[in-house]
């Protein structure tokens, strides 16, 4: 019942910047935080950015803070992660996800998860 669809990934050079979208369904989630990981092949999945219910708090990795911006409108419920000056390094399947506890945030610990959608970022 309860799903998030994410969108927005692809194929892009080094240097140019791409913003996923995060649409929840099947529930408002307004009260919950929502969070970005990512997972490179071999690799675990890894936190990447998080906002709190009322978007007034947002936590990133070292590896994307200063690139990398989170935000949510919660009158559409949705989520953005807008990526700039991609490495290399960024490319995984960037996953959406939801938690009803305010804690532990960068922990993949949360309730609800999208499908993905693949960042591929060629040098």
């Known amino acids: 019942q309860v799903q998030l669809v994410e969108s927005g990934g692809g194929l892009v050079q080094a240097g140019d910047s791409l913003r996923l979208s995060c649409a929840p369904s099947?529930?408002?989630?307004?009260?919950?935080?929502m969070g970005w990981f990512r997972q490179a092949p071999g690799k675990e999945r890894e936190f990447v950015a998080a906002?709190?219910?009322?978007?007034?708090?947002?936590y990133y990795a070292d590896s994307v803070k200063g690139r990398f911006t989170i935000s949510r409108t919660n009158a559409k419920n949705t989520v953005f992660l807008q990526m700039s000056s991609l490495k290399p390094e960024d490319t995984a399947v960037y996953y959406c996800?939801?938690?009803?506890?305010?804690?532990?945030?960068?922990?993949?610990?949360?309730?609800?998860w999208g499908q993905g959608t693949q960042v591929t970022v060629s040098s």
């Open positions: 996800a939801a938690k009803t506890l305010r804690l532990d945030l960068t922990s993949p610990t949360y309730d609800y």
């Open positions: 099947g529930r408002t989630f307004n009260s919950y935080s």
């Open positions: 906002v709190s219910p009322a978007g007034g708090s947002t």
